[in-house]
Structure formats: C-alpha cells, structure tokens
C-alpha cells in the first residue's frame, strides 16, 4: 500500500477518535431486559498499543502526529512482512529457524490506542513510568518461570498453556484480558444474575457471577474465580483464586506474571455505541511493589466470533517433545524461542 494511502487511513482513524469522543461526552448505555446497561456484543482490544510502554515512546500520551508517523511505519513493515513466499527459495540451513507464517495470518491492529481523545503509548496508567512495578522477589519468580518455560522439554506439564490449548496465549483469558498478535475478539452475554466473556483465542470462557460471595480458597480454576456488581452504568469485576499454573503469562514483549495470591479489580463502562473503557486494577503485593492501574478501549467488531481451534496440543505438542528427544539422543541442548522479546516498532 502505497505511503500516501496508509497516512490517510492514519488520519481517517484520527477523526473517527475524535468523533467517537465528542459521542462519548454525553452518552448513556442502552438497558437491556434486566434494566442492566448493556454490554452485550463483540468487542476487540486489537492494537498497536500494549500493557507496557516501549522504549520508543517517553509519555503516556503523544501528539496525533506523531501517532500517526508511528502508524504509517508499522503499515509499511506489515506490508512487506505480507509479501508472499518464494516457492523457489532454497531450503534453510541446516539448524536455522525455518520461519512461521507471514502477516496475512495475523491480525495484530492497525493503531495506537485512543482514550479519551488521547493517543496512548502503553495501557499501564500508573506507575507513571509505564512500566509494570515488579519487587525483587516478584521479578526473580518471573524470570525463573521464563527460564524454565524456554529451556524444559521434559513433558506437555512443563510447557505454556498456549502450547497445551488450556488457555490463550499471553493475557488474553485474563483477567487482565490482554491484546496480542491476533484472535483479539470477545464476546459479551448477560442474563440477570451473570455475565459471560467469551475469549477467541482458545475459545476460553470466564462467568462472572453478579453478586454472592467468592469461591472457598482452596477451589483455584482457570482465569481465577470472578464475582461482580453494577456500579451505576459501571460493571466492576473483582477475580482472586487464581490457578498458580497461570502465573506467567509468556507473549513476547507483553510477558507478565500474576501470583495466585492476586486480585484483579476490572470495570467496564459503555461509553458510546462503538467503545467500552475497560480498565483495570492488579493488586498482587507478593509480584509488585504497588498495586498498578491501565485502561485500554474494547471496540466493537461486527462478529461472528469463529471457533478458535487450538492446533499446538493436536500437532505440535508432540513435534516439540519428539525434536527435545532427539537432541537429547545426539547430545544437543534443546532450545527455545525467546518468547520475552518483542518488536516495538
């Protein structure tokens, strides 16, 4: 696509934030048939933006400008990076990484996000730095689960969930509910008494029971145990119990670990017909020297949200246990992907 075409598209996506935010200023959600405000729907967190401000940017804010000089860039790189294959390219090099597929699979946004008519460099809003707040002993957990995730083959138990298809890559299930490279879709449902988050990747589904009290500590299922209320047009979610074998939550660049002894504290507002502010709050003393906030919009996608089908604990899974085999037999050491790194622009 040509330079003068993506700056347009850039600057269409500048007004639509600015129209979105005049809408926003004096809104009020729809009911639906409980009298609750209405939330129901697909929503997408796909963006350019991630939990983390990169090294690229210093303020939680930029000028439009200059998001859209960013914008711009990365359209250009995921343009060539959709280049199609060379069916006469030569094999790799024996050892060499083969490759993945090419950016036509994945769908990762097109744009920073924008609250509030701001353009956001990283969802973390505190701590100011926009960088997560780990503790000496939070950090050593987390990069001692990373180390053993890259470097242990010895079984399906050792791997990511990703890998093992119990849940999405990342932070996607959440809560946080976190944006990655693609399958960055949810669906919404209500009834009178729940609420159901539907995740695309890994097809997860968390139930948020509206009132009552929380599971019995020892009862720690997937994604935690989520109980909320309605705080005027606000939903507010409060998740503890969470699984000790989600704690690292492996994407790249957006990487983070969430203890089991956590409390997640999330709050939905419908702020206009097309956005939901979804912001959050992660109070994990035993990871984090504070309690650290971030937002982030969920933009409404005209759906279906497709089966996701989780190919890696199919197919994969035993490729990868199989390839450590062999480099045990011929006296190599397994190796794997960095999945801490990630590209900022």
């Not at 048939?33 to 690229?56: C, I, K, M, Y």
């Not at 609250?115 to 001692?144: N, Q």
């Not at 504070?290 to 982030?296: G, I, K, S, T, V």
Request: hydrophobic share 40%.
């Amino acid at each position: 696509m040509p330079p003068i075409v993506l700056r347009a598209a850039a600057l269409s996506l500048a007004a639509l934030a600015c129209a979105t935010l005049a809408q926003a200023a004096d809104y009020r959600a729809p009911r639906n048939a409980f009298g609750h405000p209405d939330l129901q729907g697909v929503w997408t967190n796909a963006s350019l933006t991630s939990v983390e401000r990169p090294g690229n940017f210093k303020t939680l804010v930029i000028p439009e400008a200059e998001a859209v000089a960013f914008e711009t860039r990365r359209a250009v790189m995921r343009a060539a990076q959709d280049t199609p294959t060379d069916p006469n390219a030569p094999a790799p090099p024996s050892g060499a990484d083969v490759g993945g597929y090419n950016a036509v699979w994945t769908d990762p946004g097109t744009a920073l996000g924008r609250i509030k008519g701001e353009v956001r460099t990283s969802w973390l809003i505190d701590p100011a730095d926009g960088k997560l707040p780990y503790s000496a002993a939070g950090r050593k957990a987390f990069e001692t689960q990373l180390a053993f995730v890259r470097g242990t083959f010895d079984g399906p138990e050792s791997r990511p969930l990703g890998e093992r298809c119990i849940l999405g890559f990342g932070s996607t299930a959440g809560p946080p509910m976190l944006n990655v490279l693609y399958n960055n879709n949810y669906q919404i449902v209500q009834t009178a008494d729940q609420v159901a988050i539907v995740v695309e990747m890994n097809h997860d589904a968390r139930i948020v029971r509206l009132g009552g009290q929380h599971l019995p500590a020892h009862i720690r299922p997937w994604m935690g145990d989520s109980i909320g209320r309605w705080e005027g047009d606000t939903l507010v979610v409060e998740t503890t119990n969470f699984n000790p074998g989600e704690n690292l939550r492996p994407y790249f660049g957006a990487t983070i670990y969430i203890s089991e002894r956590a409390k997640v504290i999330e709050r939905f507002t419908r702020v206009s017909p097309t956005q939901i502010l979804y912001g959050f709050t992660v109070d994990d003393p035993a990871t984090y020297t504070q309690a650290w906030r971030a937002e982030m919009p969920l933009t409404a996608s005209p759906g279906p949200v497709y089966e996701y089908a989780c190919h890696e604990g199919n197919y994969s899974l035993p490729g990868i246990l199989a390839g450590a085999r062999r480099d045990e037999q011929q006296g190599r050491k397994t190796e794997a992907v960095d999945i801490s790194e990630g590209e900022n622009d």
